[in-house]
Structures are given as structure tokens and as C-alpha cells.
């Protein structure tokens, strides 16, 4: 099973700042890796796909890096409706379908 | 615009079965994989299983002798069974569609909370 790690646990940021979140794998998963963003009572929404294509609607703030091991989510500019977790999971050795543990990017 | 909502009991009582089904609108259940995901309270997410349109599955081996997922394309939904449930099966329970190819989840329900009580 591959493991994915994310950091840090929990992100404090001011509005309009930059945020880098990182996510780790146990072993290459390539650039099969997605991000996903989760509100408070809602469902997990796509964010990015294939480490760094950004799905339909998500704005250009949000991008994606990374190959291998080790991949970054970077949100340039926070807005408000940018305070929430965030999840990554990876898709090239399955099963299972492994996601990381989430980083809280809250406000600081 | 697919959509995807979820059902079922609420509160399951343990050592029984949790079954839940999804319903899929606004498009087609052919020609996708579709899957189970669920979230116990204050942490992260757990993939369960998918279902391609034609019935093939694949499930998480840490579940795999316990969770069935079956399709029905007549009433585009798909259904999770999860059986011998305990407390520790107490969680959000969402469905998703994967892409088509790749295995990332790209729709999901808005989630239904199954509590096992003892």
C-alpha cells in the first residue's frame, strides 16, 4: 500500500498570502496524484489532477507540482473561501486508492 | 451536469449490515467507474471500493471480506453492503465518480452519516 503523508498538519495564513502544502509518497506514484479541497460539511471537491491540471471551474490561484515522491499544492493568493482542508490521494498503485491526511489551511 | 446523492439508514446497530445506495442523475452510469469513500468523524478519507458499469470491482483489502458493491444500470444506481459493522465504522459515507481512465475521483455525492450503535 502506499502511504501518503501531508504537511504541515495545519496551515495558518493571512488572506491575499501564499500557501504551499506538501504531500509525500511512500514510493514514485509518477504524476498520477489529485488534490482535493473539503469544507466544513461538505464533500471533498477536485481541485487537480495528473499533479498539476487543474479540473474544470478551479481557479488559476490553485497549481499543482511535483513527480515522483514529493508534490506541492500552491494557493498563490488566499481568499476567503480558501480556508479548509485539503487532501491528496494517489491513483497509479491501487488497490488501495490511498489519500494523505489532510492539511487545515486556516486563517491567521 | 452529473450528480450522484446518497441513501440510507442513519443509525445501524453493531455486528449488522450497513447498506447504502447511490443515485445517479444527469448522465449516464455506463462507462465509468464508480466508488465508495467514507470519512469517520474529525478525520481523513478512506477509499472503500468502486464498481465499473459492467459489475467488475475492486475493493480496499483492509475491507475486502466484509464490503459488496453492486451496480444497477436500469435505475443508474450503485450500492454499498457492509457487513459485521462496529463503532468504528461510524462515519460520512460518500459516493464518487472516477474518471474514466484514471482513478481520481471527479464527482461526488454530498455525503450520508451512518452511525453504528452498540
Known amino acids: 500500500e502506499i502511504v501518503m503523508t501531508q504537511s504541515p498538519a495545519t496551515l495558518a495564513v493571512s488572506p491575499g498570502e501564499r500557501a504551499t502544502l506538501s504531500c509525500r509518497a511512500s514510493?514514485?506514484?509518477?504524476?498520477?496524484l489529485a488534490w482535493y479541497q473539503q469544507k466544513p460539511g461538505q464533500a471533498p471537491r477536485l481541485l487537480i489532477y495528473?499533479?498539476?491540471t487543474r479540473a474544470t471551474g478551479v481557479p488559476a490561484r490553485f497549481s499543482g507540482s511535483g513527480s515522483g515522491t514529493d508534490f506541492t499544492l500552491t494557493i498563490s493568493s488566499l481568499q476567503s473561501e480558501d480556508f479548509a482542508v485539503y487532501y491528496c490521494?494517489?491513483?497509479?498503485?491501487?488497490?488501495?486508492?490511498?489519500f494523505g491526511g489532510g492539511t487545515k489551511v486556516e486563517i491567521k | 451536469q452529473v450528480q450522484l446523492q446518497e441513501s440510507g439508514p442513519g443509525l445501524v446497530k453493531a455486528s449488522e449490515t450497513l447498506s447504502l445506495t447511490c443515485t445517479v442523475s444527469?448522465?449516464?452510469?455506463?462507462?465509468?467507474?464508480w466508488s465508495w469513500i467514507r470519512q469517520p468523524p474529525g478525520a481523513g478519507l478512506e477509499w472503500i471500493g468502486y464498481?465499473?458499469?459492467?459489475?467488475?470491482?475492486n475493493y480496499n483489502p483492509s475491507l475486502k471480506s466484509r464490503v459488496t458493491i453492486s451496480v444497477d444500470t436500469s435505475k443508474t444506481q450503485f450500492s454499498l453492503i457492509l457487513s459485521s459493522v462496529t463503532a468504528a465504522d461510524t462515519a460520512v459515507y460518500y459516493c464518487?465518480?472516477?474518471?474514466?481512465?484514471?482513478?481520481?475521483?471527479?464527482?461526488w455525492g454530498k455525503g450520508t452519516t451512518v452511525t453504528v450503535s452498540s
Open positions: 464518487a465518480r472516477l474518471d474514466g481512465y484514471f482513478h481520481y475521483m471527479d464527482v
Open positions: 444527469g448522465d449516464s452510469i455506463s462507462h465509468y467507474y
Open positions: 464498481i465499473y458499469y459492467t459489475g467488475s470491482t
Open positions: 514510493q514514485s506514484v509518477g504524476t498520477d
Open positions: 495528473g499533479a498539476s
Open positions: 490521494q494517489q491513483y497509479n498503485n491501487w488497490p488501495p486508492l490511498t
